[in-house]
């Protein structure tokens, strides 16, 4: 969880504003959270509070994406989101935007297997992004997550990966050219190139970052499995954990003390 929030904070202020390089500085005081981080630790709520019956979880899930997503407004939602989070009775709208992968990585830390890792990730989908690439973003996020954290290697994620997107290209061939781009499709498979590319949990979240579009989204996925494969240092963490405000912070907290 750390990671997506690590991520998403340094990409913050290069979204609108893309750096295609990786020599720029991490943490500026410009940084911020975004709608990324907020959707992730409503995951991160909604995971505390169970996750052995996945209807239940979903119930829960809308109601904390909910709760906080009215609670941080203005922090970069798409207007099919904010519809969403202003709707009387939200139901699924079909997308295939890497929302559903972004806020997906808690889930990979509560899950005991990988099978159950991809259901609790379909399943967090579902609520806004039923979509089928929707649903492959997230599973394509969560499953790579959940093999880092278990100790896998760089050609077990690939693999992974490689099940849901094609990773036929390299971020130097990519980065001239690559423009903003929301859709799994067009962001996922990069990130996670981003992460299998880097050497450390900073320089994959630099990488992300380097190749333009949406910077944050895709350095919070990046970051996401980086943290599970390298772990945070913790001069990083402790420079990042004040960008996060209250509520969040707090999720965050109690999600590190039960995982």
Same mark, same amino acid.
């Given at each position: 969880?750390?990671? +997506?929030?690590?991520?998403?904070?340094?990409?913050?202020?290069?979204?609108?504003?893309?750096?295609?390089?990786? /020599?720029?500085?991490?943490?500026?005081?410009?940084?911020?959270?975004?709608?990324?981080?907020?959707?992730?630790? =409503?995951? +991160?709520?909604?995971?505390?509070?169970?996750?052995?019956?996945?209807?239940?979880?979903?119930?829960?899930?809308?109601?904390?994406?909910?709760?906080?997503?009215?609670?941080?407004?203005?922090?970069?939602?798409?207007?099919?989101?904010? +519809?969403?989070?202003?709707? *009387?009775?939200?139901?699924?709208?079909?997308?295939?935007? /890497?929302?559903?992968?972004?806020?997906?990585?808690?889930? +990979?830390?509560?899950? *005991?297997?990988?099978? @159950?890792?991809?259901?609790?990730?379909?399943?967090?989908?579902?609520?806004?992004?039923?979509?089928?690439?929707?649903?492959?973003? =997230?599973?394509?996020?969560?499953?790579?997550?959940?093999?880092?954290?278990?100790? *896998?290697?760089?050609?077990?994620?690939?693999?992974?990966?490689?099940?849901?997107?094609?990773?036929?290209?390299?971020?130097?061939?990519?980065? *001239?050219?690559? @423009?903003?781009?929301?859709?799994?499709?067009?962001?996922?498979? @990069?990130?996670?190139? =981003?992460?299998?590319?880097?050497?450390?949990?900073?320089?994959?979240?630099?990488?992300?970052?380097?190749?333009?579009?949406?910077?944050?989204?895709?350095?919070?996925?990046?970051?996401?499995?980086? =943290?599970?494969?390298?772990?945070?240092?913790?001069?990083?963490?402790? @420079?990042?954990?004040?960008?996060?405000?209250?509520?969040?912070? /707090?999720?965050?907290?109690?999600?590190?003390?039960?995982?």
């Amino acid at each position: 969880m750390l990671g +997506a929030l690590i991520g998403d904070i340094v990409g913050s202020i290069y979204e609108w504003k893309n750096c295609k390089e990786k /020599n720029f500085p991490f943490l500026q005081p410009d940084c911020r959270m975004t709608d990324d981080s907020v959707m992730t630790a =409503a995951v +991160a709520s909604a995971v505390l509070m169970g996750v052995g019956d996945l209807e239940a979880f979903k119930e829960n899930l809308v109601t904390e994406m909910r709760r906080l997503g009215r609670q941080y407004p203005g922090l970069g939602y798409g207007p099919r989101f904010e +519809a969403w989070l202003a709707s *009387e009775e939200p139901k699924p709208y079909n997308s295939l935007g /890497n929302g559903s992968a972004m806020r997906v990585s808690p889930v +990979a830390w509560v899950a *005991e297997s990988l099978p @159950q890792c991809l259901a609790l990730a379909k399943a967090s989908a579902e609520v806004t992004h039923n979509h089928p690439d929707g649903i492959a973003g =997230a599973m394509t996020v969560a499953g790579a997550v959940y093999l880092a954290r278990i100790g *896998e290697g760089k050609e077990a994620i690939r693999d992974h990966v490689t099940r849901y997107y094609p990773l036929n290209f390299t971020l130097d061939e990519i980065r *001239e050219d690559y @423009q903003f781009d929301v859709s799994c499709a067009g962001s996922v498979p @990069q990130a996670m190139e =981003a992460f299998l590319e880097g050497e450390s949990f900073e320089d994959a979240v630099r990488n992300a970052v380097s190749i333009g579009g949406d910077s944050d989204t895709i350095a919070c996925m990046a970051g996401a499995v980086a =943290a599970a494969f390298y772990g945070v240092p913790r001069a990083i963490r402790d @420079q990042a954990l004040p960008f996060l405000d209250g509520e969040v912070r /707090n999720i965050y907290d109690r999600f590190i003390q039960s995982y």
